[in-house]
């Protein structure tokens, strides 16, 4: 990771450089392109998307999410922890999952307000390019491999609640912050 994410801080801004779209806006459901070059203009999306994710009380932000089709994303699952470094994930491409699948509560920065159980694999491989454009992959489980899951869906046009089962009450719940049933796109069993 280049030396300017350590200069990040997770401090809650005022006014953060980008604005989060919310649930019923078409950028959400627009599939983010590929990154083919990593330049200061892409680190410092990135920099601006942990900026706007702190601000916003978040532990992951895709590009989509700020209204830009790119596949970057920004994790920080540790945004307490002063010297947790954040990580910034270009191109992520899940390459496997597995362990058992676990029912857990999520939220959204895109539906303020709105918790709700998704079922997701509790382990995640995952290839990307870091800030520097160089390869990584990572295998982990439980809280980050979630995020990365929910992140990843972000780059795909979906939206958590489009996992969400118990649609009864996911209804009662969207309508109590303002937000409409009809936006969300249920998945296939």
């Known amino acids: 990771m280049i030396t300017t994410l350590a200069t990040v801080s997770k401090e809650k801004l005022k006014s953060p450089p980008l604005k989060v779209h919310t649930l019923g806006d078409r950028d959400l459901r627009q599939p983010a392109k590929r ?15 942990l900026k706007t994710m702190y601000s916003c009380d978040g532990i992951g932000l895709a590009a989509p999410q ?6 970057i994303i920004v994790i920080d699952i540790h945004p307490d922890q002063p010297d947790a470094a954040p990580m910034v994930m270009i191109n992520p491409e899940v390459k496997a999952t597995g362990g ?60 958590f609640v489009d996992r969400v089962k118990n649609q009864a009450a996911l209804g009662q719940e969207l309508s109590k912050r303002g937000f409409k049933i009809k936006d969300v796109q249920p998945l296939p069993a």
């Open 66 to 71: 700020v209204g830009i089709a790119k596949q």
């Open 35 to 49: 990154v083919s070059k990593i330049t200061d203009e892409i680190r410092q999306l990135a920099i601006d998307m």
């Open 100 to 159: 058992s699948l676990v029912n857990g509560e999520e939220g959204c920065l895109s539906i303020p307000n709105v918790f709700m159980d998704v079922v997701r694999p509790n382990e995640v491989t995952v290839s990307y390019r870091d800030l520097e454009g160089k390869p990584q992959k990572l295998t982990t489980s439980d809280l980050l491999a979630r995020v990365i899951l929910h992140e990843v869906d972000h780059l795909n046009g979906v939206v």
